[in-house]
């Protein structure tokens, strides 16, 4: 009798005992996090796609990823608190060379994606001597395209003529006006072109170095304080990345879905982009984005990549990925 009392108490002690542990996790809250962008394009595609897949929640986290237009907008929000995270590389780094003290822990994408667009006679580089270019003048395309003439040999302050037309439907309109003879557009904006009869003379991505374009970036306060919600951030974005990569369907989902893009623009932008997709950040491609952006902006930078780089979290989730 007694034996079957202890057994009965025993099994009671467990049944509760795994009860509470259950409830628990159930009444576990997510962590709140606040990512910012400029756009919803494909450079976010591995967020997105980490997103569709649930794997921020499998993470704990609960993450809103918020559109703030222009990429000055996100950096100040992460600046000021009212973001955790800023997603574009390129924008923060003019920040960093004043002194706010960010640093990069992942790398989404590492070029950016845009084509070199021209009018149908014009068949190489050398037949844009002469000739104008629409671009935003002062902004990371012009530097684009000033680093693309350079690569080839040519110099881009000698026989070329820049105009400044914001935007990829102006820049379109011009070329169909005969205005301008070729114009950097984002893809799949550069799709469009194609259809209005024009043509992609160059992918910027085949021809210029790794260029650290999208990732995360975190104030070094919030990473000291929450170092947990850190990884756990860059485990989701680096699995998204892999995703965005290695599934084809999971990836043409996303760029039909909240990117809003056709079949056909989703098959050829994910052509152009998928080989691009890569968590891994290193100091050579975060260089070429700081010369960029010192290139556009005209500011010198004042620290080194390594400075502002932090492969803490990123390195240890990349073994964690080796392992499985």
């Known amino acids: ?34 990512a910012a962008h400029p756009s919803v394009d494909v450079q ?5 796609v980490a997103k569709a897949k649930g794997m921020f929640k499998e ?9 703030m237009v222009g990429g000055r907008s996100g950096v100040q929000a992460l600046a000021g608190g009212g973001v955790h995270f800023a997603m574009q590389i390129g924008a923060t780094l003019p920040a960093i060379w004043s002194g706010a003290d960010f640093k990069i822990v992942a790398q989404m ?14 068949q190489r580089l050398e037949d844009l001597r002469g000739k104008r270019i ?42 169909e006006k005969g205005l301008i003879a070729a114009a950097p557009m984002a893809l799949p904006a550069d799709l469009k072109a194609i259809q209005a009869g024009f043509k992609r003379l160059v992918f910027f991505g085949d021809v210029l170095p790794e260029i650290s374009a999208t990732g995360l970036v975190a104030s070094s306060s919030y990473i000291k304080e929450n170092p947990r919600t850190v990884e756990k ?31 056909e623009e989703a098959r050829e932008t994910y052509r152009l982009v998928r080989r691009s997709l890569t ?18 902006s005209k500011i010198t930078p004042t620290k080194e990549p390594r400075d502002y780089m932090d492969g803490t979290f990123l390195n ?8 499985k």
């Open 1 to 34: 009798m007694l034996m079957v009392m202890r057994g009965g108490f025993f099994l009671f002690v467990v049944s509760t005992g795994a009860a509470l542990f259950f409830s628990s996790l159930a009444g576990a809250q997510p962590i709140n996090v606040r």
């Open 44 to 48: 976010y595609l591995p967020a997105y």
């Open 59 to 67: 993470e704990g986290l609960e993450v809103e990823l918020i559109v």
């Open 109 to 122: 994408m590492n070029t950016l994606p845009f084509s070199l667009m021209v009018r149908p006679e014009i």
């Open 134 to 175: 629409g671009l935003s003048v002062g902004t990371t395309t012009y530097a684009l395209v000033h680093e693309l003439l350079k690569v080839n040999g040519f110099d881009p302050e000698k026989g070329f003529e820049y105009v400044n037309i914001a935007g990829a439907a102006p820049r379109i309109a011009a070329l």
């Open 233 to 263: 951030m860059v485990r989701a974005i680096v699995r998204g990345t892999f995703a965005a990569r290695d599934e084809p369907a999971t990836a043409f989902a996303v760029m039909q879905g909240p990117m809003k893009m056709s079949a």
């Open 279 to 296: 968590p891994v950040l290193t100091e050579t491609g975060t260089r070429n984005m700081a010369g960029l952006v010192s290139a556009s």
């Open 316 to 323: 240890r989730v990349l073994a964690e990925q080796q392992k």
